[in-house]
């Protein structure tokens, strides 16, 4: 039931964060404000594949 994704940032595109989310409640792309350590910076990071 729940599927495993990425969570990518969206200024350096660089894949920091992995977890899981169920499809069937929230069948869009998701999105978090995560801290990214490439940036240094708290950004919003998508889903990814």
Not at 14 to 36: A, D, G, I, M
């Amino acid at each position: 039931m729940r599927d495993k994704i990425a969570l990518a940032c969206e200024k350096c595109k660089s894949r920091n964060y992995h977890t899981t989310k169920n499809k069937r409640l929230h069948p869009e792309r998701v999105e978090y404000k995560k801290f990214c350590p490439r940036c240094n910076v708290q950004t919003p990071h998508k889903e990814t594949k």
